[in-house]
């Protein structure tokens, strides 16, 4: 099966900084693969790259086994890649159905003169919403009356109605308390279910365990370690993120002053 | 479309009905400043003829130049960016045409048709360096601002010799022109200006563009957060571009205007007209940080305005006063506008 989305040897350079050397990613169709990485370790970069905001300096980037040669976000896009920012994904003042057809809009009317077909948007958003089990009082309600993963899971159900084949999710979970990250886990693994490859990009080994179907580690701009979900642990997936031997040597160093 | 069943009135949705509709439409606080501030003068008129035909005539003259040019104001803004060169540009429009008409010999069609595009050339110019440098816009159109005031007393005194430009009544077209947009018509004997008609149907076309198209929806959205519009696909800097654009060719349109009316122009002409219509804007339940905001709040806040000046004298009180209490206007309006606002939301920020 060709891979939704593939990197090979990616090495991106900002002037003299390394942001990330021989990269390489597989996402497979209607899966989650998720990087994990710690601060600084070149998510974002590698988002950014994935979502047509910067071009990789060598590497192979390919989407559905073709060369994927993006200019903007907006090209991205158009070839079915779709990112979720954390923070950036909605526009707070907006309505739910405002936010969800952003960029999208259905419109009406003849010629040059054409105008939004509000209620239908409104109806397509308040079904597509509960398709993905989002059940909304009111799309009409600003998008910041909702809590932040109702507003995360409105921002993916948005693009898997607008034929999202690649789901990048960036830290999707990171801003929010249990009970929500687990609202937003859910609805990750019902874009999956509905055949969206996704990508979840998190430094919490715990969230991506719990619907992870490959895991790849990545650490000072190089990917140090994958694992396939049927031959590793969440501990051994939390030892690994964490630098394995740097934490014993930290848990080492702590038991020390705590005597 | 029979499949699609149409989702159940949702129990969960108190029904609030159309007060809490009519609370949460940002014009709210401006409409009932403008219900009290009429019949403030109304009760304190001496001449008796402010709530009069003769009286709105008047102050809707006042309100229509200020509510063209703040309804644009008003779009930019929720479009999350200012624009300080609007006033300036009224004038520097208005001498143009006078320029072309008296010294060039243009005719008045020809002459407007410049000025439209050179309007149109410095609202592109305004966008396209915020947008490229990335300053803020109250800079980059302070700059412009000034740039303009000098390029308006320097060339006009070059050109005529005086800081005014007169004798656009004698050009070609000048009849036609007037009738379309400086002329007057009659309610009752008394003359309501044609830039009236205008303002309202601004409003109007303002409205339906900001909350039934797509292009209106992108305004909100790139004020509202640009990097989230962008990442949605929303081309933003087009968007701002052309809404500072729009706003230079609403300021042109009011240059046009007072250019025919008073058949020339003082190079002195609109400055300072751009905190007017700014305050239009704020007024009407514009946010100044942008995302939120309406043209009918624009429009209610620039009719404010007119009955001010208008009532302020009819009230027989010293006339001086009158930006001062503009200024007590404009801190309450955006006061109680937040506060409503807030409210409407219900609970949440």
């Not at chain 1, 874009?191 to 919490?204: L, S």
């Not at chain 2, 200012?82 to 320029?99: A, E, K, N, P």
């Not at chain 2, 790139?222 to 990442?231: F, I, L, W």
Request: proline fraction near 2%; aromatic fraction near 10%; include cysteine.
């Amino acid at each position: 099966m060709t891979n939704a989305l593939e990197l090979k040897d990616v090495e991106k350079t900002f002037g003299s900084v390394l942001a990330l050397r021989g990269v390489s990613l597989e996402v497979g169709p209607a899966s989650v693969t998720c990087v994990l990485g710690d601060n600084g370790a070149g998510k974002s970069t590698l988002i950014k790259i994935l979502s047509g905001v910067h071009k990789q300096s060598t590497g192979l980037f390919q989407v559905e086994g073709k060369d994927a040669v993006f200019e903007s976000p907006r090209d991205a896009l158009a070839n079915g890649i779709a990112t979720v920012f954390q923070d950036l994904a909605t526009i707070p003042l907006m309505s739910v159905w405002r936010n969800f057809f952003l960029g999208n809009e259905i419109r009406k009317g003849f010629g040059p003169f054409k105008w939004l077909d509000v209620n239908k948007m409104k109806e397509i958003a308040k079904q597509e919403l509960l398709a993905m089990g989002i059940d909304l009082r009111d799309t009409n309600q600003p998008i910041g009356t909702l809590s932040g993963g109702e507003r995360q899971a409105v921002a993916i159900a948005r693009a898997v109605h607008f034929g999202a084949k690649v789901l990048i999710l960036d830290e999707p979970t990171s801003a929010l308390g249990v009970r929500q990250s687990g609202i937003v886990l859910k609805y990750v693994l019902a874009a999956k279910d509905r055949g969206v490859a996704v990508v979840f990009i998190t430094h919490n080994p715990h969230h991506a365990y719990l619907v992870g179907d490959r895991f790849y580690l990545l650490n000072r701009g190089r990917m140090i370690a994958n694992f396939e979900r049927d031959n590793v642990h969440l501990e051994e997936l939390t030892k690994a993120m964490a630098g394995g031997a740097e934490l014993e040597a930290l848990t080492h160093e702590i038991s020390v002053v705590r005597k | 479309m029979t499949s699609v069943a149409t989702p159940q009135k949702d129990e969960r949705v108190k029904n609030a009905g159309l007060i809490v509709k009519i609370l949460r439409r940002p014009e709210f606080g401006a409409f009932l400043g403008a219900i009290a501030i009429f019949i403030l003068f109304a009760t304190t008129d001496t001449t008796g003829n402010f709530a009069n035909l003769g009286g709105i005539a008047g102050w809707t003259d006042i309100a229509a130049p200020i509510g063209i040019v703040g309804i644009a104001v008003a779009l930019l803004m929720i479009g999350g960016e200012f624009d300080l060169s609007s006033g300036v540009l009224v004038g520097t429009t208005g001498l143009l045409i006078g320029m072309l008409v008296t010294n060039v010999g243009l005719d008045i069609w020809s002459s407007i048709a410049i000025a439209l595009v050179f309007a149109a050339g410095i609202g592109f110019v305004n966008g396209y360096v915020v947008i490229k440098t990335k300053l803020p816009s109250f800079i980059v159109t302070l700059a412009t601002f000034f740039v303009l005031k000098g390029a308006n007393f320097a060339f006009t005194k070059f050109v005529t010799g005086s800081v005014r430009v007169s004798g656009t009544d004698k050009a070609a077209g000048f009849k036609d022109a007037a009738k379309i947009f400086a002329s007057t018509f009659g309610a009752q004997g008394q003359a309501f200006q044609i830039s009236v008609v205008w303002w309202i149907v601004i409003t109007l076309i303002a409205t339906f563009v900001l909350t039934r198209t797509r292009f209106g929806n992108w305004i909100y959205a790139v004020g509202g957060d640009a990097n989230a519009a962008r990442n949605a696909g929303v081309p933003v800097d087009r968007t701002k571009i052309i809404l500072f654009i729009i706003t230079s060719l609403a300021s042109a349109l009011v240059g046009i205007m007072f250019v025919l009316r008073l058949q020339g122009m003082q190079a002195g002409q609109g400055v300072g007209q751009e905190f007017y219509y700014i305050i239009a804007a704020a007024v009407g339940g514009t946010l100044l940080t942008g995302g939120a905001g309406s043209a009918i709040g624009a429009s209610i806040g620039a009719m404010i305005m007119g009955m001010a000046y208008i009532g302020i004298p009819y009230s027989a009180w010293d006339s001086d006063w009158t930006s001062t209490f503009l200024g007590i206007i404009l801190f309450t309006a955006v006061m109680i506008n937040t506060y409503i606002g807030r409210k409407a939301k219900g609970g949440k920020k």
